[in-house]
Protein backbone atom coordinates (compact mmCIF):
# COMPACT_ATOMS: atom_id res chain seq x y z
CA UNK A 1 0.00 0.00 0.00
CA UNK A 2 2.90 2.13 0.45
CA UNK A 3 3.13 2.81 -3.40
CA UNK A 4 -0.43 4.36 -3.50
CA UNK A 5 0.99 7.41 -1.72
CA UNK A 6 2.25 8.56 -5.10
CA UNK A 7 -0.71 8.79 -6.36
CA UNK A 8 -1.64 11.57 -3.52
CA UNK A 9 1.65 12.96 -3.96
CA UNK A 10 1.13 13.35 -7.59
CA UNK A 11 -2.33 15.20 -7.19
CA UNK A 12 -0.39 17.62 -5.05
CA UNK A 13 1.93 20.64 -5.24
CA UNK A 14 3.54 21.19 -1.99
CA UNK A 15 5.14 23.84 -2.39
CA UNK A 16 1.53 25.70 -1.73
CA UNK A 17 -0.54 23.07 0.33
CA UNK A 18 0.57 22.98 4.10
CA UNK A 19 -0.30 18.82 4.02
CA UNK A 20 2.47 16.69 4.65
CA UNK A 21 4.24 14.87 1.94
CA UNK A 22 4.47 12.10 4.28
CA UNK A 23 6.78 8.70 4.64
CA UNK A 24 5.45 5.30 5.42
CA UNK A 25 4.39 5.13 8.73
CA UNK A 26 4.99 2.19 11.02
CA UNK A 27 3.42 -1.10 10.87
CA UNK A 28 1.20 -2.20 14.48
CA UNK A 29 -0.70 0.87 15.29
CA UNK A 30 -4.46 1.14 14.11
CA UNK A 31 -5.61 4.50 14.21
CA UNK A 32 -8.73 6.45 12.62
CA UNK A 33 -9.23 10.03 12.26
CA UNK A 34 -12.71 11.83 10.49
CA UNK A 35 -11.89 14.89 8.70
CA UNK A 36 -15.06 16.94 8.06
CA UNK A 37 -13.70 18.84 5.12
CA UNK A 38 -15.48 22.00 3.48
CA UNK A 39 -13.56 22.01 0.05
CA UNK A 40 -15.58 22.44 -3.74
CA UNK A 41 -18.11 20.16 -1.31
CA UNK A 42 -18.49 19.46 2.65
CA UNK A 43 -17.84 15.41 3.11
CA UNK A 44 -16.50 13.95 5.58
CA UNK A 45 -12.89 11.85 4.91
CA UNK A 46 -12.68 8.82 6.61
CA UNK A 47 -9.43 7.27 7.23
CA UNK A 48 -8.31 3.79 8.86
CA UNK A 49 -4.64 3.79 9.54
CA UNK A 50 -3.12 0.27 7.70
CA UNK A 51 0.05 -1.13 6.65
CA UNK A 52 1.51 2.25 7.21
CA UNK A 53 -0.84 5.06 5.34
CA UNK A 54 -4.52 6.19 5.81
CA UNK A 55 -6.80 3.96 3.82
CA UNK A 56 -9.49 7.18 2.58
CA UNK A 57 -12.86 6.88 1.56
CA UNK A 58 -15.10 10.68 0.86
CA UNK A 59 -18.20 10.08 2.98
CA UNK A 60 -20.37 13.19 1.57
CA UNK A 61 -23.23 12.45 4.21
CA UNK A 62 -21.12 11.96 6.90
CA UNK A 63 -20.70 8.47 8.99
CA UNK A 64 -23.58 7.76 11.58
CA UNK A 65 -24.45 5.53 13.92
CA UNK A 66 -27.89 4.80 12.62
CA UNK A 67 -27.97 1.06 12.18
CA UNK A 68 -31.12 2.19 9.47
CA UNK A 69 -28.97 4.40 7.50
CA UNK A 70 -26.28 3.60 4.37
CA UNK A 71 -23.74 5.99 3.42
CA UNK A 72 -22.01 6.14 0.21
CA UNK A 73 -17.97 6.02 0.51
CA UNK A 74 -15.82 7.01 -2.05
CA UNK A 75 -12.26 5.12 -1.61
CA UNK A 76 -9.86 8.03 -2.97
CA UNK A 77 -6.21 8.18 -2.51
CA UNK A 78 -4.36 6.63 0.54
CA UNK A 79 -2.85 9.12 2.79
CA UNK A 80 0.22 9.42 5.00
CA UNK A 81 -0.11 8.70 9.09
CA UNK A 82 1.24 12.25 9.17
CA UNK A 83 -2.24 13.49 7.85
CA UNK A 84 -3.74 12.07 10.93
CA UNK A 85 -4.61 15.02 13.26
CA UNK A 86 -4.03 17.79 10.20
CA UNK A 87 -6.72 20.79 10.69
CA UNK A 88 -6.04 23.75 9.11
CA UNK A 89 -6.56 25.25 5.85
CA UNK A 90 -5.49 24.24 2.85
CA UNK A 91 -5.13 27.10 0.04
CA UNK A 92 -7.31 27.57 -2.60
CA UNK A 93 -6.74 26.01 -5.74
CA UNK A 94 -4.47 23.77 -4.20
CA UNK A 95 -6.47 19.97 -4.53
CA UNK A 96 -8.67 19.82 -1.86
CA UNK A 97 -8.48 23.28 -0.72
CA UNK A 98 -10.80 24.59 2.08
CA UNK A 99 -11.26 23.88 5.73
CA UNK A 100 -10.50 20.86 7.66
CA UNK A 101 -11.16 19.91 10.99
CA UNK A 102 -10.36 16.71 13.01
CA UNK A 103 -14.18 15.63 13.27
CA UNK A 104 -13.48 12.46 15.47
CA UNK A 105 -10.40 10.07 16.16
CA UNK A 106 -9.67 7.17 18.03
CA UNK A 107 -8.53 3.60 17.24
CA UNK A 108 -10.00 0.70 15.62
CA UNK A 109 -9.64 -3.10 15.27
CA UNK A 110 -11.26 -5.81 12.62
CA UNK A 111 -13.48 -7.65 13.73
CA UNK A 112 -12.82 -10.60 15.05
CA UNK A 113 -14.20 -13.48 13.15
CA UNK A 114 -12.03 -15.72 10.53
CA UNK A 115 -12.87 -13.69 7.22
CA UNK A 116 -11.50 -10.02 9.07
CA UNK A 117 -8.44 -11.29 10.73
CA UNK A 118 -6.44 -10.24 8.10
CA UNK A 119 -7.78 -6.36 7.10
CA UNK A 120 -5.57 -6.19 4.57
CA UNK A 121 -7.03 -8.88 2.95
CA UNK A 122 -10.95 -8.05 3.24
CA UNK A 123 -10.42 -4.86 1.90
CA UNK A 124 -8.71 -6.08 -1.43
CA UNK A 125 -11.73 -8.24 -1.25
CA UNK A 126 -14.31 -5.12 -0.67
CA UNK A 127 -15.83 -6.22 2.49
CA UNK A 128 -14.30 -4.93 5.56
CA UNK A 129 -15.42 -4.98 9.24
CA UNK A 130 -14.14 -2.83 12.14
CA UNK A 131 -14.67 -1.71 15.44
CA UNK A 132 -13.91 2.07 16.19
CA UNK A 133 -13.39 3.50 19.59
CA UNK A 134 -13.57 7.26 18.72
CA UNK A 135 -14.77 10.16 20.75
CA UNK A 136 -17.94 9.94 18.42
CA UNK A 137 -17.91 6.83 16.59
CA UNK A 138 -18.28 3.59 18.50
CA UNK A 139 -19.19 0.19 17.72
CA UNK A 140 -19.36 -2.09 14.58
CA UNK A 141 -18.94 -0.42 11.35
CA UNK A 142 -18.76 -2.20 7.67
CA UNK A 143 -17.49 -0.86 4.40
CA UNK A 144 -19.11 -3.05 1.56
CA UNK A 145 -17.34 -2.11 -2.11
CA UNK A 146 -20.22 -2.09 -4.47
CA UNK A 147 -19.96 -2.89 -8.44
CA UNK A 148 -20.04 -0.23 -10.41
CA UNK A 149 -17.70 2.72 -10.63
CA UNK A 150 -17.91 5.99 -11.29
CA UNK A 151 -14.86 8.74 -11.98
CA UNK A 152 -12.40 5.99 -11.42
CA UNK A 153 -13.10 5.74 -7.86
CA UNK A 154 -14.40 2.86 -6.14
CA UNK A 155 -18.05 3.24 -4.76
CA UNK A 156 -18.48 1.55 -1.23
CA UNK A 157 -21.49 1.87 1.56
CA UNK A 158 -20.62 2.58 4.70
CA UNK A 159 -23.21 1.17 7.73
CA UNK A 160 -23.49 0.68 11.10
CA UNK A 161 -24.38 -2.72 12.76
CA UNK A 162 -26.99 -2.91 15.20
CA UNK A 163 -25.09 -3.23 18.34
CA UNK A 164 -25.08 -1.65 21.92
CA UNK A 165 -23.65 1.68 20.39
CA UNK A 166 -26.15 2.31 17.46
CA UNK A 167 -28.51 5.13 17.69
CA UNK A 168 -31.19 5.57 15.53
CA UNK A 169 -31.48 8.77 13.68
CA UNK A 170 -28.12 9.85 14.68
CA UNK A 171 -26.49 13.21 12.51
CA UNK A 172 -23.33 13.86 12.05
CA UNK A 173 -23.92 17.24 11.25
CA UNK A 174 -25.75 17.18 14.74
CA UNK A 175 -22.00 17.13 16.49
CA UNK A 176 -20.22 19.70 14.07
CA UNK A 177 -17.28 20.24 16.70
CA UNK A 178 -13.64 19.33 16.24
CA UNK A 179 -12.60 16.72 18.70
CA UNK A 180 -9.10 18.06 19.03
CA UNK A 181 -9.90 21.76 19.68
CA UNK A 182 -13.98 22.20 19.81
CA UNK A 183 -14.10 24.73 16.64
CA UNK A 184 -16.37 24.36 13.88
CA UNK A 185 -14.96 24.53 10.04
CA UNK A 186 -16.05 28.36 10.10
CA UNK A 187 -14.15 28.60 13.31
CA UNK A 188 -11.29 27.28 11.82
CA UNK A 189 -11.68 28.96 8.49
CA UNK A 190 -11.71 32.44 10.54
CA UNK A 191 -8.78 32.21 13.16
CA UNK A 192 -6.89 28.55 11.98
CA UNK A 193 -4.46 27.78 15.23
CA UNK A 194 -1.92 27.04 11.99
CA UNK A 195 -1.84 29.65 9.17
CA UNK A 196 0.23 28.64 6.02
CA UNK A 197 2.71 30.43 4.07
CA UNK A 198 1.56 28.99 0.55
CA UNK A 199 5.75 30.65 -0.97
CA UNK A 200 7.15 28.45 1.31
CA UNK A 201 8.42 24.55 1.47
CA UNK A 202 5.60 22.13 2.62
CA UNK A 203 7.92 21.58 5.85
CA UNK A 204 8.02 25.27 6.20
CA UNK A 205 4.67 26.26 5.52
CA UNK A 206 3.28 26.17 8.89
CA UNK A 207 2.95 29.27 11.55
CA UNK A 208 2.00 28.76 14.98
CA UNK A 209 -0.72 31.33 16.40
CA UNK A 210 0.27 31.03 19.53
CA UNK A 211 1.80 34.14 21.16
CA UNK A 212 5.46 34.83 19.90
CA UNK A 213 8.17 33.01 22.48
CA UNK A 214 9.83 34.63 24.88
CA UNK A 215 13.33 36.05 23.19
CA UNK A 216 16.10 33.68 24.34
CA UNK A 217 18.09 36.85 25.47
CA UNK A 218 15.58 37.49 28.22
CA UNK A 219 16.31 33.90 29.77
CA UNK A 220 19.70 34.54 29.10
CA UNK A 221 20.09 37.72 31.03
CA UNK A 222 18.12 35.70 33.71
CA UNK A 223 20.93 32.78 33.92
CA UNK A 224 23.33 35.96 33.99
CA UNK A 225 22.68 37.56 37.23
CA UNK A 226 24.12 36.06 40.22
CA UNK A 227 22.00 33.82 43.09
CA UNK A 228 20.97 36.81 45.15
CA UNK A 229 19.16 38.26 42.50
CA UNK A 230 19.04 41.50 40.75
CA UNK A 231 17.26 43.68 38.05
CA UNK A 232 15.98 41.60 35.40
CA UNK A 233 14.34 43.21 32.46
CA UNK A 234 11.43 41.10 31.24
CA UNK A 235 8.18 41.92 28.88
CA UNK A 236 8.89 45.00 29.27
CA UNK A 237 9.11 45.58 32.45
CA UNK A 238 12.36 46.12 34.73
CA UNK A 239 11.70 43.53 38.08
CA UNK A 240 13.64 43.10 41.08
CA UNK A 241 13.77 39.52 41.06
CA UNK A 242 15.47 37.64 44.46
CA UNK A 243 17.19 34.59 45.74
CA UNK A 244 17.83 32.85 42.69
CA UNK A 245 18.94 29.63 43.57
CA UNK A 246 16.93 28.96 46.22
CA UNK A 247 15.30 25.80 45.31
CA UNK A 248 11.08 25.86 45.59
CA UNK A 249 10.50 22.53 44.03
CA UNK A 250 12.46 19.41 45.45
CA UNK A 251 13.30 16.96 42.54
CA UNK A 252 11.79 13.73 41.74
CA UNK A 253 13.21 10.29 40.81
CA UNK A 254 16.91 11.85 40.74
CA UNK A 255 16.23 15.08 38.70
CA UNK A 256 17.74 18.31 39.93
CA UNK A 257 15.48 20.29 41.94
CA UNK A 258 13.90 23.49 40.37
CA UNK A 259 15.21 26.46 41.93
CA UNK A 260 13.58 30.47 41.70
CA UNK A 261 15.46 31.13 38.74
CA UNK A 262 13.96 28.20 36.68
CA UNK A 263 10.33 29.08 37.99
CA UNK A 264 10.96 33.01 37.06
CA UNK A 265 11.74 31.33 33.50
CA UNK A 266 8.90 29.15 33.20
CA UNK A 267 6.22 32.21 34.58
CA UNK A 268 8.05 34.40 31.64
CA UNK A 269 7.55 32.14 28.97
CA UNK A 270 4.46 30.91 30.18
CA UNK A 271 3.01 34.55 30.55
CA UNK A 272 1.45 35.02 26.67
CA UNK A 273 -0.25 31.94 27.13
CA UNK A 274 -1.92 31.68 30.61
CA UNK A 275 -2.52 35.73 30.12
CA UNK A 276 -6.33 35.18 29.15
CA UNK A 277 -7.10 32.91 31.48
CA UNK A 278 -6.13 35.19 34.40
CA UNK A 279 -6.79 39.23 32.95
CA UNK A 280 -9.43 40.96 34.31
CA UNK A 281 -9.53 38.49 37.08
CA UNK A 282 -8.73 39.08 40.81
CA UNK A 283 -5.88 36.95 41.66
CA UNK A 284 -5.99 34.41 44.71
CA UNK A 285 -2.15 33.76 45.05
CA UNK A 286 -0.71 30.53 47.30
CA UNK A 287 2.95 31.14 48.28
CA UNK A 288 5.49 28.99 49.44
CA UNK A 289 8.08 31.28 50.24
CA UNK A 290 10.57 28.49 51.62
CA UNK A 291 9.43 26.01 48.89
CA UNK A 292 6.79 23.53 48.17
CA UNK A 293 8.29 21.11 50.93
CA UNK A 294 7.50 23.98 53.87
CA UNK A 295 3.97 25.09 54.55
CA UNK A 296 2.20 27.37 52.29
CA UNK A 297 -0.28 30.35 52.90
CA UNK A 298 -2.87 32.12 50.78
CA UNK A 299 -2.10 35.55 50.32
CA UNK A 300 -4.59 37.75 48.63
CA UNK A 301 -4.38 41.39 48.99
CA UNK A 302 -1.87 43.54 46.98
CA UNK A 303 1.29 44.40 49.12
CA UNK A 304 2.05 47.94 49.56
CA UNK A 305 5.83 47.56 47.84
CA UNK A 306 4.17 46.10 44.95
CA UNK A 307 5.14 48.52 41.74
CA UNK A 308 3.12 50.89 40.60
CA UNK A 309 2.55 49.78 36.94
CA UNK A 310 1.04 46.15 38.96
CA UNK A 311 -2.54 46.25 38.31
CA UNK A 312 -5.21 46.49 41.16
CA UNK A 313 -8.80 45.70 41.92
CA UNK A 314 -10.46 46.86 45.10
CA UNK A 315 -13.69 44.95 46.20
CA UNK A 316 -16.28 47.69 46.88
CA UNK A 317 -18.09 44.92 49.29
CA UNK A 318 -15.03 43.42 51.15
CA UNK A 319 -15.29 43.94 55.00
CA UNK A 320 -13.13 44.97 57.18
CA UNK A 321 -11.85 41.73 57.58
CA UNK A 322 -11.76 40.94 54.13
CA UNK A 323 -9.13 41.45 51.28
CA UNK A 324 -9.46 45.08 50.20
CA UNK A 325 -7.47 44.99 46.62
CA UNK A 326 -6.36 41.90 44.65
CA UNK A 327 -3.86 42.24 42.13
CA UNK A 328 -4.76 41.84 38.84
CA UNK A 329 -2.51 40.31 36.27
CA UNK A 330 -3.56 42.23 32.79
CA UNK A 331 -0.10 41.76 31.22
CA UNK A 332 2.87 39.08 31.13
CA UNK A 333 4.98 40.50 33.50
CA UNK A 334 2.44 40.85 36.41
CA UNK A 335 2.99 36.89 36.24
CA UNK A 336 6.70 36.84 36.79
CA UNK A 337 6.24 39.26 39.65
CA UNK A 338 3.88 37.40 41.12
CA UNK A 339 6.01 34.29 41.15
CA UNK A 340 8.65 36.16 42.59
CA UNK A 341 6.16 36.78 45.33
CA UNK A 342 6.76 33.30 45.93
CA UNK A 343 3.60 32.34 45.37
CA UNK A 344 4.22 28.74 42.99
CA UNK A 345 -0.17 28.55 42.44
CA UNK A 346 -2.08 30.77 40.32
CA UNK A 347 -5.90 31.07 41.06
CA UNK A 348 -8.07 33.07 39.58
CA UNK A 349 -11.44 34.39 39.69
CA UNK A 350 -14.37 33.03 37.89
CA UNK A 351 -15.86 36.19 37.31
CA UNK A 352 -14.03 39.39 36.22
CA UNK A 353 -13.61 42.55 38.25
CA UNK A 354 -16.12 44.16 35.99
CA UNK A 355 -18.85 41.60 36.66
CA UNK A 356 -17.96 40.38 40.08
CA UNK A 357 -21.28 38.44 40.75
CA UNK A 358 -21.27 37.13 36.53
CA UNK A 359 -19.17 33.80 36.46
CA UNK A 360 -17.85 33.32 32.62
CA UNK A 361 -17.17 29.56 33.18
CA UNK A 362 -19.15 26.95 34.57
CA UNK A 363 -16.44 24.50 36.38
CA UNK A 364 -16.96 21.10 37.25
CA UNK A 365 -14.50 19.54 39.85
CA UNK A 366 -13.85 15.72 40.00
CA UNK A 367 -12.22 15.55 43.13
CA UNK A 368 -10.79 12.16 43.91
CA UNK A 369 -11.14 10.17 47.04
CA UNK A 370 -8.66 7.92 49.00
CA UNK A 371 -10.15 5.16 47.21
CA UNK A 372 -10.76 6.44 43.62
CA UNK A 373 -8.52 5.49 41.12
CA UNK A 374 -7.37 6.81 38.38
CA UNK A 375 -8.82 4.75 35.90
CA UNK A 376 -12.67 5.26 37.89
CA UNK A 377 -11.70 9.25 37.54
CA UNK A 378 -11.35 9.12 33.75
CA UNK A 379 -14.67 7.56 33.77
CA UNK A 380 -16.10 10.21 35.20
CA UNK A 381 -14.60 12.33 33.28
CA UNK A 382 -15.69 10.53 30.30
CA UNK A 383 -19.17 10.51 31.22
CA UNK A 384 -18.90 14.79 31.57
CA UNK A 385 -17.48 14.33 27.86
CA UNK A 386 -20.77 12.53 26.79
CA UNK A 387 -23.05 14.27 28.94
CA UNK A 388 -21.69 17.48 27.44
CA UNK A 389 -21.38 16.31 23.70
CA UNK A 390 -25.38 15.07 24.09
CA UNK A 391 -26.18 18.97 24.97
CA UNK A 392 -24.32 20.55 22.54
CA UNK A 393 -22.41 22.39 25.02
CA UNK A 394 -19.09 23.19 24.55
CA UNK A 395 -16.05 22.69 28.01
CA UNK A 396 -12.61 21.58 28.19
CA UNK A 397 -11.09 19.48 30.67
CA UNK A 398 -7.78 20.30 32.36
CA UNK A 399 -5.04 17.72 34.32
CA UNK A 400 -4.92 19.64 38.10
CA UNK A 401 -0.97 18.80 37.93
CA UNK A 402 -2.21 17.01 41.46
CA UNK A 403 -4.55 13.73 41.56
CA UNK A 404 -7.50 15.69 39.85
CA UNK A 405 -9.88 16.74 36.65
CA UNK A 406 -11.60 20.08 35.96
CA UNK A 407 -14.00 20.60 33.18
CA UNK A 408 -14.31 24.44 32.19
CA UNK A 409 -17.50 25.56 30.82
CA UNK A 410 -17.55 29.39 28.93
CA UNK A 411 -21.10 30.78 29.50
CA UNK A 412 -22.28 34.59 27.91
CA UNK A 413 -22.45 37.40 30.64
CA UNK A 414 -25.14 37.12 32.55
CA UNK A 415 -25.83 34.30 34.42
CA UNK A 416 -24.97 34.14 38.08
CA UNK A 417 -23.05 31.87 40.34
CA UNK A 418 -26.49 30.58 41.99
CA UNK A 419 -27.37 29.51 38.30
CA UNK A 420 -23.87 27.61 37.51
CA UNK A 421 -23.67 26.22 40.61
CA UNK A 422 -27.12 24.61 40.16
CA UNK A 423 -26.53 23.93 37.01
CA UNK A 424 -23.28 21.74 37.62
CA UNK A 425 -25.19 20.10 40.35
CA UNK A 426 -27.74 18.79 38.37
CA UNK A 427 -25.37 17.96 35.50
CA UNK A 428 -22.72 16.11 38.28
CA UNK A 429 -25.78 14.24 39.90
CA UNK A 430 -26.86 13.12 36.66
CA UNK A 431 -23.54 11.48 35.90
CA UNK A 432 -23.16 10.47 39.31
CA UNK A 433 -26.18 8.36 39.26
CA UNK A 434 -24.27 6.18 36.01
CA UNK A 435 -21.70 5.04 38.46
CA UNK A 436 -22.81 5.59 42.16
CA UNK A 437 -20.67 3.06 43.42
CA UNK A 438 -17.97 5.68 42.73
CA UNK A 439 -19.38 8.97 44.19
CA UNK A 440 -20.15 10.20 47.07
CA UNK A 441 -22.37 13.59 47.79
CA UNK A 442 -21.21 14.21 51.35
CA UNK A 443 -19.08 17.64 52.63
CA UNK A 444 -17.37 16.17 55.12
CA UNK A 445 -13.77 14.43 53.56
CA UNK A 446 -14.13 11.38 56.35
CA UNK A 447 -18.20 11.27 55.30
CA UNK A 448 -17.40 10.14 52.09
CA UNK A 449 -15.24 6.85 53.07
CA UNK A 450 -12.74 7.54 50.24
CA UNK A 451 -14.74 8.35 46.91
CA UNK A 452 -14.82 10.70 44.54
CA UNK A 453 -16.74 14.05 45.25
CA UNK A 454 -17.88 15.83 41.76
CA UNK A 455 -17.51 19.04 43.43
CA UNK A 456 -20.00 21.83 42.06
CA UNK A 457 -19.65 24.38 45.18
CA UNK A 458 -16.52 25.98 43.60
CA UNK A 459 -18.99 28.11 41.31
CA UNK A 460 -18.93 30.72 44.03
CA UNK A 461 -17.38 34.30 43.99
CA UNK A 462 -14.27 34.19 45.24
CA UNK A 463 -14.15 30.21 45.11
CA UNK A 464 -11.11 29.17 42.65
CA UNK A 465 -9.62 26.67 40.55
CA UNK A 466 -6.23 26.55 39.49
CA UNK A 467 -5.31 28.66 36.41
CA UNK A 468 -4.67 26.88 33.27
CA UNK A 469 -1.17 26.07 32.86
CA UNK A 470 -0.01 27.36 36.82
CA UNK A 471 2.75 24.90 38.53
CA UNK A 472 1.44 23.24 41.60
CA UNK A 473 3.84 22.97 44.67
CA UNK A 474 4.78 19.22 44.36
CA UNK A 475 7.99 17.48 43.63
CA UNK A 476 9.14 18.08 40.62
CA UNK A 477 7.33 21.20 39.66
CA UNK A 478 4.01 19.56 38.30
CA UNK A 479 1.67 21.95 36.12
CA UNK A 480 -1.99 22.05 35.26
CA UNK A 481 -2.51 21.35 32.12
CA UNK A 482 -5.29 21.83 29.65
CA UNK A 483 -5.81 19.03 27.33
CA UNK A 484 -8.40 17.76 24.37
CA UNK A 485 -11.42 15.48 25.11
CA UNK A 486 -10.01 12.32 23.08
CA UNK A 487 -6.93 12.78 25.67
CA UNK A 488 -9.04 11.15 28.08
CA UNK A 489 -8.32 7.95 26.25
CA UNK A 490 -4.59 7.97 26.21
CA UNK A 491 -2.92 5.28 28.18
CA UNK A 492 -0.12 8.05 29.22
CA UNK A 493 -2.28 10.47 30.72
CA UNK A 494 -1.77 11.67 34.46
CA UNK A 495 -2.95 14.65 36.02
CA UNK A 496 0.81 15.25 37.17
CA UNK A 497 2.45 14.18 33.66
CA UNK A 498 3.68 17.82 32.73
CA UNK A 499 6.15 19.99 34.64
CA UNK A 500 7.42 23.45 34.01
CA UNK A 501 10.09 21.70 32.20
CA UNK A 502 8.16 19.68 29.88
CA UNK A 503 5.03 21.57 29.30
CA UNK A 504 6.55 24.51 27.25
CA UNK A 505 7.31 21.41 24.86
CA UNK A 506 4.25 20.01 24.45
CA UNK A 507 3.12 23.69 24.00
CA UNK A 508 4.82 23.71 20.89
CA UNK A 509 3.47 20.28 19.44
CA UNK A 510 -0.10 20.33 19.88
CA UNK A 511 -0.94 24.39 21.02
CA UNK A 512 -3.35 25.28 23.57
CA UNK A 513 -6.64 23.11 23.71
CA UNK A 514 -8.14 25.76 25.70
CA UNK A 515 -7.76 28.42 23.43
CA UNK A 516 -11.18 27.24 21.93
CA UNK A 517 -12.90 28.63 24.83
CA UNK A 518 -11.74 32.10 24.49
CA UNK A 519 -14.98 34.49 23.45
CA UNK A 520 -17.47 31.32 23.13
CA UNK A 521 -20.43 32.72 24.75
CA UNK A 522 -23.08 29.89 25.33
CA UNK A 523 -26.41 29.10 27.19
CA UNK A 524 -26.50 26.64 29.85
CA UNK A 525 -29.08 24.30 28.29
CA UNK A 526 -32.10 22.95 30.06
CA UNK A 527 -31.39 19.28 31.65
Known amino acids: MASDLATYRRMRDFACTPEPAGEVGPEGRRRFVVQRHRASRLHYDFRLELDGVLVSWAVPKGPTLDPGARRLAVHVEDHPVEYLHFEGVIPKGEYGGGDVIVWD ?51 WMLLHKHDEHAVEGWDPEEHPRS ?29 SLLPAPLPDAAIEALEELPGKGGTWEVHGRRLKVTNLDKVLFPGLDGEE ?37 KPGFWHKERPSHAPAWLQCWENPEAADDETQAYVVPDEPAA ?15 TSRKVAMHEPRFAL ?54 SDTRAWVEQLSRTVGQVVPELVSWKW ?4 RKGLARLDYTQNAVNKTLVAPYSPRPAPAAPV ?22 TVLDRLEAVGDPFRSLLGVEQDLPDL
Open 257 to 293: PVTKRELLAYAARIAPVALPYLEGRPLNMHRYPDGAD
Open 364 to 417: VDLDPGERTTWDELLTLARLHRTALEHLGVTGRPKVTGRRGIQIWIPIRPGYSF
Open 105 to 155: TGTWEPAQDKAQRDPAKALRKGDLHVDLHGEKLRGRFVLVRREEEKDDHEQ
Open 480 to 501: SVPIAWHELDDPELRPDRWTVR
Open 179 to 207: VLTGRTNDEVAADPDREWRSEAPAHEAEV
Open 444 to 447: EVKA
Open 335 to 349: LVWVANFGALEWHPW
